[in-house]
């Protein structure tokens, strides 16, 4: 019968062994195409990391999120996860083949996997905080017969330390996070003693779906004391409750296997803003269409005014602006100006009139001269002679 130093011993290199075995995921495959996820043991040390699909963590010693953490941040997408900067595309129907680099055969549980819609701006800012969770598929207990039992753990271990999900036919295209998550119940008996191991990646749906199923926050997904939290493996099973949300409907198992590499792709970058233009860039575009506009209006303004002022038979002001709206600032010709360099036939008029009228003074005149001569002449007494 070991002694109580020789359990102590085999408790502490248990759980060295343990914490040493935690995993993570190292990349995803879709259609034969490999997305690098966060290699928690080099990107956080590289001084020009790589764009990847996969959220980065603190989590370098491939450690867990416990329940006591469960209604914080961390169990969003791991601990202080922040958002990867690129994304896979993948087609509605498709499946994704989730890599592992190591998983302990002692770390039984389930398999659950979450889609959560990151809006029209894409996954690579938005707020985590904010997204919203619905279950796609989901794998407990296998076999209950024998303690501690036989998991979606072990199986995704025997299929080479990977996992297969399957994007449903049916969900709108658009921005994904999908949350992978392995729950290890080796110490679920006790406490705050489940591991959650979650990992998110930023997905691009695309299709003809419609659907758009109501989902979770991520900080109310789980309760330390939720029934398939704090469990005991450690006996005869029948079931196994799963924790968190019940799957979305229509949301069906995949066969489990690997995925062949064919090529290692490049992460996409930016949503829909980057690739697109929105209406504000579109009105911005409009603009310069706008002002020749303005600058044709303004001259029409002053072609109104410049005939009020002055002479409103003078045609060269309404005409002047009107020969070339590309100048830089419309030229203006006032009706004085106008009137002084092109006299109307009224001036002339005025001009004969007025010699005219000279001649029949000149007459008028020589007249008066002879009438008062005659009237003298007949008035004027002979004079006498003393």
Same mark, same amino acid.
């Given at each position: 019968?070991?002694?109580?130093?020789?359990?102590?011993?085999?408790? /502490?290199?248990?759980?060295?062994?343990?914490?040493? !075995?935690?995993?993570?995921?190292?990349?995803?495959?879709?259609?034969?195409?490999?997305?690098?996820?966060?290699?928690?043991?080099?990107?956080?040390?590289?001084?020009?990391?790589?764009?990847?699909?996969?959220?980065?963590?603190?989590?370098?010693?491939?450690?867990?999120?416990?329940?006591?953490?469960?209604?914080?941040?961390?169990?969003?997408?791991?601990?202080?996860?922040?958002?990867?900067?690129?994304?896979? +595309?993948?087609?509605?129907?498709?499946?994704?083949?989730?890599?592992?680099?190591?998983?302990?055969?002692?770390?039984?549980?389930?398999?659950?996997?979450?889609?959560?819609?990151?809006?029209?701006?894409?996954?690579?800012?938005?707020?985590?905080?904010?997204?919203?969770?619905?279950?796609?598929?989901?794998?407990?207990?296998?076999?209950?017969?024998?303690?501690?039992?036989?998991? /979606?753990?072990?199986?995704?271990?025997? #299929?080479? #330390?990977?996992?297969?999900?399957?994007?449903?036919?049916?969900?709108?295209?658009?921005?994904?996070?999908?949350?992978?998550?392995?729950?290890?119940?080796?110490?679920?008996?006790?406490?705050?003693?489940?591991?959650?191991?979650?990992?998110?990646? #930023?997905?691009?749906?695309?299709?003809?779906?419609?659907?758009?199923?109501?989902?979770?926050?991520?900080?109310?997904?789980?309760?330390?004391?939720?029934?398939?939290?704090?469990?005991?493996?450690?006996?005869?099973?029948?079931?196994?409750?799963?924790?968190?949300?019940?799957?979305?409907?229509?949301?069906? !198992?995949?066969?489990?296997?690997?995925?062949?590499?064919?090529?290692?792709?490049?992460?996409?970058?930016?949503?829909?803003?980057?690739?697109?233009?929105?209406?504000?860039?579109?009105?911005?575009?409009?603009?310069?269409?706008?002002?020749?506009?303005?600058?044709?209006?303004?001259?029409?303004?002053?072609?109104?005014?410049?005939? !009020?002022?002055? #002479?409103?038979?003078?045609?060269?002001?309404?005409?002047?602006?009107?020969?070339?709206?590309?100048?830089? /600032?419309?030229?203006?010709?006032?009706?004085?100006?106008?009137?002084? /360099?092109?006299?109307?036939?009224?001036?002339?008029?005025?001009?004969?009139?007025?010699?005219?009228?000279?001649?029949?003074?000149?007459?008028?005149?020589?007249?008066?001269?002879?009438?008062?001569?005659?009237?003298?002449?007949?008035?004027?007494?002979?004079?006498? +002679?003393?």
């Amino acid at each position: 019968m070991p002694s109580f130093t020789q359990k102590t011993v085999l408790s /502490a290199l248990a759980g060295a062994i343990g914490v040493a !075995a935690h995993g993570h995921v190292n990349n995803i495959v879709i259609n034969g195409a490999s997305y690098a996820g966060y290699d928690v043991f080099t990107l956080p040390y590289s001084s020009s990391p790589p764009v990847v699909v996969g959220w980065s963590t603190t989590a370098t010693d491939n450690g867990f999120v416990a329940p006591d953490a469960f209604g914080t941040a961390d169990i969003i997408c791991h601990k202080d996860a922040k958002n990867a900067q690129g994304h896979a +595309k993948v087609a509605a129907g498709d499946s994704i083949f989730l890599q592992w680099d190591t998983w302990p055969e002692s770390h039984k549980g389930p398999v659950i996997d979450y889609l959560a819609s990151c809006g029209t701006a894409g996954c690579e800012t938005v707020d985590k905080e904010t997204l919203k969770f619905f279950k796609i598929s989901e794998k407990g207990l296998i076999d209950g017969s024998s303690s501690p039992g036989e998991y /979606a753990s072990d199986e995704l271990i025997s #299929n080479g #330390n990977g996992w297969m999900v399957q994007v449903p036919e049916n969900i709108k295209p658009g921005f994904y996070v999908l949350r992978h998550e392995m729950i290890a119940l080796h110490s679920g008996g006790q406490e705050n003693g489940a591991q959650n191991y979650p990992q998110c990646f #930023n997905l691009e749906v695309t299709g003809s779906g419609t659907e758009e199923p109501a989902g979770t926050l991520g900080t109310e997904l789980y309760k330390a004391d939720d029934e398939g939290i704090l469990f005991n493996i450690y006996t005869q099973l029948s079931t196994y409750p799963i924790p968190g949300p019940a799957l979305i409907a229509g949301a069906s !198992a995949v066969a489990q296997g690997t995925s062949a590499i064919a090529s290692t792709a490049t992460p996409l970058t930016g949503g829909a803003s980057a690739a697109e233009p929105t209406a504000d860039s579109g009105a911005g575009s409009a603009q310069p269409s706008e002002a020749p506009a303005a600058t044709t209006a303004a001259p029409a303004a002053g072609n109104t005014e410049a005939p !009020a002022a002055g #002479n409103s038979e003078a045609p060269a002001a309404t005409e002047a602006p009107a020969a070339s709206d590309s100048a830089p /600032a419309p030229i203006f010709v006032s009706a004085t100006s106008a009137a002084a /360099a092109q006299p109307t036939q009224a001036a002339p008029s005025s001009g004969s009139g007025s010699e005219a009228g000279s001649g029949c003074k000149s007459k008028r005149g020589k007249k008066l001269r002879r009438h008062a001569r005659d009237v003298k002449s007949r008035n004027v007494a002979p004079m006498k +002679k003393y």
